[in-house]
């Protein structure tokens, strides 16, 4: 500083000649300085709008394209999962409505006995022979009150015929009515039956309309996002986001149990695959291990394939009911066979261990107690089981992993959005900082050479006046 | 959809085609990796009664630490140390677990034998067997390698014998000095048996090795080496 000054000796005067001479000498590059600085204003902070503006486009553009795909899979998603839906449909139709026709037949065969039935029931009951018109007739004749006794004779024969005839006609008729008691009697279990063929039928119907039901929610869900009105984005989005979630998580879960498996098949791995190399600084033993962990989840992917539950592969999900048939055999078997080599694995795993810690308990000078038989079976069983168990489940990440892979393609674009975003607003707010910033200065420098300015206008009006 | 289903299977195919590529591009050898251990015992004058301890410390200390690949000589120090006979035992254990559990059991008998030989050498060569050591543990190269001598430090030369490391004599090897017994002059003045270390240490640093320590514990020797692997 001491170097700028004119008179080292007399550093105030020396300041204040500094002062005075850039004062005059800014009063005068006033209007080019102020130029320049708002050049330099409208560079860089417009530049910076600009760029701001042209991130916000940006973001725009990659939402609506994220948008469109979004509703792109989501369509695709549900006229697959109509589609699918029909198939089951179709299944559900050849499957409860197959024996319709049979049920029917059955129905047809219980009313046609009923009916039988139901009109020899309805045969009229034999009537007494008709003795009492033929009494009155003959006691209409001429002398029957006078006592002739053949009349008398004859209206005793026929009265005793006609107590027979009735006595008869009455047991004829406790004959009949007893036969239309069996024949109602033995309708009972054939309506019974009816009732029971009708229930099933009903049953099986619902069943087809439930299916059918489905349809519709989904024709509805279809609908509505054919449409593509921002609720349904929101509700698609929001459907992503929680599927990526949730999936993650799961991951996360299956993830720990995969270090579980791998930590229970390393050890003994080495014992089976002795190896003096390594890959990336992992022993091929531990390799092999990780590749039988990869090798149940691949599995479990194509178990999952030919079940239908996911559809990862599109060959697989064209494939002809026979083949993918063969496909899961293969899977449950494969499966099986890795399970049941991870069991065997548990086992040696628990050997190797054993023998480690007798071989340094002999090392140590210790006399080896052995361990309790029990516990040690118990733990054997338990790595068994364990071994055997951990491959089935891990089968089961094919479903979470599929989830997240179909919805991270949005979160993740969501995400970059997001940042993008941010970036923008940064850009801006920067860009308005140093808009700001270099009106100050120019403030600034209007407030140093105020005393000439104020000396100009003090001029200005005296020359007006 | 369709798109996004076939990109998915591609990736799942390229996922499975990765380990192939790194099984073929990133083998690397074990040697690295490994573990290589020399224990110089020291059967000269005083301590050579420590032998014993010397053994129990190696059994119960170094050998369980010991993973398959790893490497322990067992080296005596005597009037002449740096001589092939010198090496008592040497263990290069199998990559099989099993395996390495049967010749750890077979070096601990080997070492029990050693502890109920009673020779005793007049001179004490230490020089020499690290030189040998030294050797030994670079003919390994093995990623570790650790040196533990069991004596009292005090170096005695046979007439005539003559002992100079190399500037890279212990390159890469960390060195300490075990169980070191004070002898009878170091009790009455402390600042004997202080100089001698602060001596042997700046000797081994000075000829490249990577560490020193002399104040290691016994029970503290599976962490010393699982620290340095």
Not at chain 2, 25 to 54: H, R, V
Not at chain 2, 125 to 154: E, R
Request: charged share 20%; aromatic share 6%.
């Amino acid at each position: 500083m001491s170097s700028l000054y004119i008179w080292p000796q007399m550093p105030f005067l020396s300041i204040t000649v500094l002062v005075i001479a850039s004062m005059i000498f800014l009063y005068l590059a006033r209007t080019p300085m102020h130029l320049a600085l708002e050049s330099l204003s409208d560079g860089i902070a417009g530049g910076l709008e600009r760029t701001a503006e042209w991130i916000k486009a940006v973001v725009i553009k990659m939402r609506e394209k994220n948008k469109k795909v979004l509703l792109e899979s989501s369509i695709a998603a549900s006229e697959e999962k109509i589609a699918q839906e029909f198939k089951r449909v179709e299944a559900s139709y050849t499957k409860h409505l197959a024996e319709y026709p049979a049920l029917h037949l059955k129905l047809d065969e219980s009313i046609t006995a009923i009916d039988a039935d139901f009109k020899e029931c309805g045969q009229v009951v034999p009537e007494a022979p008709g003795w009492n018109d033929a009494v009155e007739s003959i006691a209409s004749i001429k002398g029957t009150a006078s006592g002739d006794r053949v009349i008398e004779k004859m209206l005793k024969e026929l009265h005793k015929s006609a107590v027979d005839g009735e006595k008869m006609a009455l047991s004829e008729m406790q004959k009949v009515s007893t036969k239309r008691h069996k024949i109602l009697s033995s309708l009972a279990p054939v309506w019974k039956k009816i009732q029971k063929t009708m229930v099933e039928v009903n049953k099986r119907v619902e069943l087809v309309l439930e299916t059918s039901g489905k349809i519709e929610n989904y024709m509805q869900e279809y609908d509505k996002i054919r449409t593509g009105g921002d609720d349904s984005i929101d509700m698609l989005s929001s459907k992503a986001t929680k599927l990526f979630i949730f999936s993650i998580i799961v991951i996360t879960v299956a993830s720990f149990g995969a270090f579980v498996n791998f930590q229970l098949i390393a050890l003994p791995m080495s014992e089976l695959v002795p190896a003096g190399t390594r890959v990336l600084g992992l022993h091929v033993s531990d390799i092999s291990a990780l590749v039988i962990v990869t090798l149940e989840i691949v599995l479990g992917i194509f178990l999952m394939e030919a079940l239908a539950v996911t559809n990862i592969f599109p060959q697989i999900a064209g494939l002809t009911l026979g083949k993918r048939r063969i496909l899961l055999y293969a899977a449950i078997l494969g499966l099986f066979f890795l399970a049941s080599v991870e069991a065997a694995l548990a086992v040696l795993r628990e050997h190797i261990a054993a023998t480690n810690a007798a071989t340094t308990q002999a090392l140590a000078g210790d006399v080896a107690t052995g361990t309790d038989s029990e516990g040690s079976n118990i733990t054997v069983i338990g790595q068994a089981t364990l071994g055997f168990v951990l491959p089935w489940i891990l089968a089961m990440v094919a479903v979470p992993l599929e989830m997240l892979i179909e919805s991270s393609q949005h979160v993740l674009s969501k995400l970059l959005i997001l940042i993008i975003l941010m970036i923008g607003y940064l850009v801006g707010i920067i860009g308005h900082i140093l808009s700001t910033i270099m009106k100050t200065i120019i403030h600034i420098y209007d407030a140093y050479i105020i005393i000439p300015t104020q000396i100009e206008n003090l001029l200005k009006r005296k020359s007006s006046t | 959809m369709i798109k996004l289903k076939k990109s998915l299977s591609v990736s799942v195919l390229s996922l499975a085609v990765l380990p192939l590529v790194v099984l073929l591009t990133g083998c690397s050898d074990n040697k690295e990796y490994e573990t290589a251990i020399c224990a110089l015992a020291d059967i000269s004058g005083t301590y050579a009664k420590e032998k014993k301890s010397m053994v129990n410390i190696i059994k119960a200390g170094i050998v369980p630490t010991l993973v398959p690949g790893d490497n322990l000589v067992l080296i005596t120090i005597d009037s002449n140390s740096f001589n092939e006979e010198n090496i008592k035992g040497k263990l290069k254990l199998d990559y099989r677990p099993s395996e390495a559990n049967k010749q750890k059991i077979k070096f601990a008998k080997k070492l029990d034998d050693f502890a109920e030989n009673s020779s005793r050498a007049k001179y004490t060569d230490i020089s020499g067997a690290m030189m040998l050591c030294s050797g030994h543990l670079k003919s390994t190269q093995a990623g570790t390698q650790l040196m533990f001598i069991f004596s009292d430090m005090k170096e005695e030369l046979k007439p005539g014998i003559r002992r100079s490391f190399n500037n890279d004599e212990f390159e890469n090897i960390d060195i300490a000095a075990m169980n070191v017994i004070k002898l009878n002059e170091d009790s009455s003045d402390p600042q004997v048996f202080r100089s001698r270390i602060k001596k042997w240490k700046k000797r081994v640093l000075k000829h490249s090795a990577k560490s020193w320590n002399a104040t290691l514990d016994p029970t503290e020797i599976a962490n010393y080496i699982d620290d340095h692997r």
